[in-house]
């Protein structure tokens, strides 16, 4: 029997529906689980159960983040001063290049990012799939298990281009029976559905202005018939609405619903521009949204209502987004900046301080991503669910005078790295390093794989 003890940590934030915290915790793992939470002696010893000092740490919940496109992370910071439509129309030619070789470069880096930020549990929505190059997710599966995250690789799909009048040049898509075959294929061979799962694939077409309706409906259908999850953009832009209402007559969320989106089995990216009936129906649908504050204020979208969405009592989770958009894989940075999203005018003329707290920015990127995603098994510390574990250090230089409230400090002092990561009770980080893999490795290969993508070589 394996077991981990996380010894007196200065706080176990258990984000429990009672939003549980206590101080000098410690933390009994055991196959895989939380076995025991609570202070002093656990009530029985594993054999051979290796000790994890958590004195001067704050232990949270694993992060889980709903949002991202692992392979831009070497496309980062271009088409800096562009929107969305533009800086797609910029970088779409640089992606229809993407390879194997790219991919796996891109999914280390990323998702390293990640795990060095406390994230325990990531989404990737990849929906670039050029005509004739084989084995793109198989490359970031690769990455995600070297790594040691739970990883939910979506299979994403485009078959609407310019001749179409779509966004995307023609280089980048694929037609629908192709992309619809692909993707039940890779949901056959890659997901799992049983609890504790470390790898989940999900249906999700890219958006309105990429994706036929066809494609769109089929894909609902598609997902349903296989019993997973759907995910696409939506309502990111002021041009897209424009684009939704010339072209289909709708605005966005109106036209997802009309294609039989809207579901507690679904969940999506960005939600900026909703109108009030727009977030009744998100809460009555039970749909969720991957709140992604970052890449909505690097390319001027806006920012989304996740303050309405929660009040409703729609399922908000946090979303990194693509690093070509955010140009950072920083869980925790995107915390602080959910909260300081939050707070900025929203609707109204000013800011409003008490629009979101420390605690309810954790909260969403915990609880609120792992019912994005589908997951009770994740996003707290409670006996039963999985042993998905972040300590972070409050005795250090940033959080130096914080000493009043540690657990706000995780988010207000941030980002920082957790000292040690733990997945299904193994280390993923220890000591501020990737436990199972090189970080000087993971990056050298990325400067390199970038270098031949910014030379025009890649493919
Ligand atoms: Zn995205």
């Given at each position: 029997?394996?077991?981990?003890?996380?010894?007196?940590?200065?706080?176990?934030?258990?984000?429990?529906?009672?939003?549980?915290?206590?101080?000098?915790?410690?933390?009994?793992?055991?196959?895989?689980?939380?076995?025991?939470?609570?202070?002093?002696?656990?009530?029985?010893?594993?054999?051979?159960?290796?000790?994890?000092?958590?004195?001067?740490?704050?232990?949270?919940?694993?992060?889980?983040?709903?949002?991202?496109?692992?392979?831009?992370?070497?496309?980062?910071?271009?088409?800096?001063?562009?929107?969305?439509?533009?800086?797609?129309?910029?970088?779409?030619?640089?992606?229809?290049?993407?390879?194997?070789?790219?991919?796996?470069?891109?999914?280390?880096?990323?998702?390293?990012?990640?795990?060095?930020?406390?994230?325990?549990?990531?989404?990737?929505?990849?929906?670039?799939?050029?005509?004739?190059?084989?084995?793109?997710?198989?490359?970031?599966?690769?990455?995600?298990?070297?790594?040691?995250?739970?990883?939910?690789?979506?299979?994403?799909?485009?078959?609407?281009?310019?001749?179409?009048?779509?966004?995307?040049?023609?280089?980048?898509?694929?037609?629908?029976?192709?992309?619809?075959?692909?993707?039940?294929?890779?949901?056959?061979?890659?997901?799992?559905?049983?609890?504790?799962?470390?790898?989940?694939?999900a249906v999700a077409p890219?958006?309105?202005?990429?994706?036929?309706?066809?494609?769109m409906r089929e894909s609902a259908e598609l997902a349903r018939r296989l019993g997973v999850r759907l995910h696409t953009?939506i309502?990111?832009?002021?041009?897209?609405?424009?684009?939704?209402?010339?072209?289909?007559?709708?605005?966005?969320l109106e036209l997802l619903e009309d294609q039989g989106w809207l579901g507690p089995d679904v969940w999506l990216?960005?939600c900026?521009?909703?109108?009030?009936?727009d977030v009744r129906r998100m809460a009555e649908t039970g749909t969720g949204t991957a709140?992604?504050?970052?890449?909505?204020?690097?390319?001027?979208?806006?920012?989304?209502?996740?303050?309405?969405l929660?009040?409703a009592g729609a399922p908000?989770?946090?979303?990194?987004?693509?690093?070509?958009?955010?140009?950072?894989?920083?869980?925790?940075?995107?915390?602080?900046?959910?909260?300081?999203?939050?707070?900025?005018?929203?609707?109204?003329?000013?800011?409003?301080?008490?629009?979101?707290?420390?605690?309810?920015?954790?909260?969403?990127?915990?609880?609120?991503?792992?019912a994005c995603l589908g997951?009770?098994?994740?996003?707290?510390?409670?006996?039963?669910?999985?042993?998905?574990?972040?300590?972070?250090?409050?005795?250090?230089?940033?959080?130096?005078?914080?000493?009043?409230?540690?657990?706000?400090?995780?988010?207000?002092?941030?980002?920082?790295?957790?000292?040690?990561?733990?997945?299904?009770?193994?280390?993923?980080?220890?000591?501020?390093?990737?436990?199972?893999?090189?970080?000087?490795?993971?990056?050298?290969?990325?400067?390199?794989?970038?270098?031949?993508?910014?030379?025009?070589?890649?493919?």
């Amino acid at each position: 029997m394996r077991g981990v003890l996380i010894d007196s940590c200065e706080v176990v934030v258990t984000m429990d529906d009672a939003g549980t915290e206590i101080a000098g915790g410690s933390l009994l793992l055991e196959e895989g689980v939380v076995a025991w939470i609570g202070t002093g002696e656990p009530p029985h010893w594993p054999d051979g159960v290796e000790r994890v000092d958590g004195r001067g740490t704050v232990a949270l919940p694993g992060l889980v983040n709903t949002h991202h496109h692992l392979y831009q992370t070497l496309t980062r910071a271009r088409a800096q001063d562009q929107g969305l439509f533009g800086w797609l129309r910029e970088l779409y030619p640089v992606w229809a290049r993407l390879d194997e070789e790219w991919e796996r470069a891109a999914a280390a880096v990323g998702l390293a990012e990640l795990a060095l930020s406390g994230c325990t549990t990531t989404i990737d929505h990849h929906y670039v799939f050029p005509p004739g190059v084989p084995g793109l997710l198989e490359a970031e599966i690769d990455a995600a298990v070297e790594i040691g995250v739970r990883f939910h690789p979506s299979r994403g799909s485009m078959d609407l281009s310019e001749k179409d009048g779509g966004l995307p040049p023609d280089s980048v898509v694929q037609d629908a029976d192709t992309a619809l075959a692909e993707t039940e294929d890779a949901v056959r061979r890659f997901h799992d559905p049983a609890p504790g799962a470390m790898l989940r694939v999900a249906v999700a077409p890219c958006s309105p202005f990429s994706a036929s309706d066809r494609l769109m409906r089929e894909s609902a259908e598609l997902a349903r018939r296989l019993g997973v999850r759907l995910h696409t953009h939506i309502a990111e832009t002021l041009d897209e609405e424009a684009f939704c209402t010339e072209t289909f007559g709708r605005r966005p969320l109106e036209l997802l619903e009309d294609q039989g989106w809207l579901g507690p089995d679904v969940w999506l990216a960005h939600c900026v521009h909703l109108g009030d009936k727009d977030v009744r129906r998100m809460a009555e649908t039970g749909t969720g949204t991957a709140w992604c504050p970052s890449s909505n204020l690097r390319l001027g979208s806006g920012i989304a209502p996740a303050g309405a969405l929660l009040e409703a009592g729609a399922p908000v989770g946090l979303g990194v987004d693509g690093s070509a958009s955010n140009e950072s894989g920083d869980m925790l940075a995107e915390v602080r900046m959910a909260l300081l999203a939050a707070r900025g005018p929203v609707g109204r003329p000013d800011g409003d301080p008490g629009a979101m707290s420390a605690r309810e920015a954790l909260r969403v990127a915990t609880r609120g991503g792992a019912a994005c995603l589908g997951r009770d098994d994740v996003g707290s510390l409670e006996p039963g669910k999985r042993a998905d574990v972040a300590l972070f250090s409050v005795h250090d230089l940033s959080h130096a005078g914080a000493e009043v409230d540690p657990v706000a400090a995780v988010v207000l002092c941030g980002p920082a790295r957790p000292r040690h990561l733990l997945v299904e009770g193994r280390p993923v980080v220890r000591d501020g390093r990737l436990a199972a893999a090189d970080e000087e490795d993971i990056a050298a290969e990325g400067h390199r794989a970038a270098r031949r993508i910014a030379a025009g070589a890649a493919r």
